[in-house]
């Protein structure tokens, strides 16, 4: 077979002329693709309808507006809530609303709430008055404990002096939990790593009324089983003369872990322990005490029944500073004690039994009346709910 090969002579003038036009090429194509890439860009930018997750997850975009935090004060002539400050960056004031008129001041602002040393105000989680109006609490640096942030660093402002100081004296950073005035504005309580404490504001002396709280003793707190069933998170309560503090104390000895396996917050998994009792083993026992607010011995309540198959779901004191009103549920839920107190004696008097053949709730909107000498009690026991007055 034979080849013919195909040769043509080539100008040197041409050889230069297609050089250039490809040089040329490539220059449009350089300014095409840039000028793409600009305009992609541009497009990305202005797209504020591309759903990312970053706006959904690391922005306040898609939060939920609500009602800012707002504290009635002045017998309901005016109200305060936390506003963004216009002078410090980052910080918030808490603004005095006039009710009627709707006029409105700064009663505390941002700088107020610089601790010394620091140059930024506190993050303001939560913040709480005293009765008579001299401190101002603001809870901050807050950790959650399953589903809520109860623990965390507590700070008192003195509104007449402008001193402001953290609370806890050397307790761990985060530990602090349910932190509250006492109604004459004098102390506050709180409980740290499962144990309460009294701290006086002016001399900010600590006193300990417990001391044996551990993964097992649980006092002024409560474990899952008691937040899941009744929301029971806070588990103690200033006595109306400022001189007891009552509270729960759980006994957990013997509750079994239960092991929950954390795949998100490391690069290895891990497991978390919580203390879950099963479907017919042993709850926790509870009981309820009281301590003088100045410390010492601690007065049990002499409630009858097994401690581990009732609960004891609410404690409020009577309309004085005498006597504790409790409820008492059965493990299966369907019959509600409401027994009276004495907190000298610890002796106790069933004053009311609601029962269900199905199950009940616990009364929260139980209300003193005629100087304490009756409440209401919310109730289903014909069918439909009636509010009862109950005499005591």
């Not at 950073?173 to 504005?185: A, G, I, N, Q, R």
Request: hydrophobic content about 35%.
């Amino acid at each position: 077979m034979k080849i013919n090969i195909f040769k043509q002579k080539i100008n040197i003038r041409d050889l230069k002329s297609l050089t250039n036009m490809k040089n040329i090429n490539k220059s449009i194509l350089f300014v095409v693709i840039i000028f793409a890439c600009s305009f992609l860009n541009t497009a990305n930018a202005q797209d504020t309808g591309l759903l990312t997750l970053d706006r959904i997850y690391n922005s306040n975009e898609f939060r939920q507006e609500g009602l800012p935090q707002v504290r009635w004060v002045d017998g309901g002539e005016a109200y305060t809530s936390l506003e963004r400050s216009t002078s410090i960056q980052g910080g918030r004031d808490i603004i005095r609303h006039e009710t009627k008129s709707g006029n409105k001041e700064v009663l505390v602002s941002a700088s107020s709430l610089v601790p010394k040393g620091e140059s930024k105000p506190l993050s303001i989680s939560n913040y709480i008055w005293s009765s008579d109006r001299t401190y101002l609490m603001i809870f901050t640096n807050t950790v959650k404990v399953w589903r809520q942030n109860t623990k965390g660093d507590y700070w008192v402002l003195n509104l007449s002096s402008g001193e402001l100081k953290q609370l806890g004296g050397k307790a761990p950073e985060s530990s602090l939990m349910f932190c509250k005035f006492s109604p004459d504005s004098k102390k506050v309580g709180y409980v740290s790593e499962h144990n309460i404490y009294v701290e006086n504001l002016e001399s900010a002396k600590i006193i300990a009324l417990t001391n044996d709280g551990s993964v097992t003793t649980i006092n002024g707190t409560f474990d899952w089983v008691y937040e899941e069933e009744f929301g029971c998170r806070d588990g103690f309560r200033w006595s109306p003369d400022s001189k007891s503090i009552a509270f729960w104390q759980l006994d957990a000895t013997g509750i079994r872990d239960f092991y929950m396996i954390n795949n998100t917050d490391s690069l290895y998994p891990f497991i978390i322990p919580v203390q879950y009792p099963k479907v017919g083993m042993s709850n926790s026992a509870a009981k309820i005490g009281v301590s003088p607010a100045t410390g010492g011995t601690i007065t049990w309540m002499k409630i009858k029944g097994d401690p581990r198959n009732n609960y004891l779901p609410r404690l409020e004191w009577a309309a004085s500073s005498e006597e504790l009103l409790i409820q008492q549920l059965n493990r299966l839920q369907n019959t509600n004690n409401l027994l009276l107190a004495n907190k000298s004696s610890g002796e106790i008097k069933t004053i009311l039994v609601e029962k269900d053949e199905a199950w009940l709730d616990a009364v929260d909107d139980l209300k003193w009346m005629d100087n304490g000498n009756s409440f209401t009690w919310v109730s289903e026991r014909d069918g439909w709910r009636h509010v009862f007055l109950v005499s005591v």
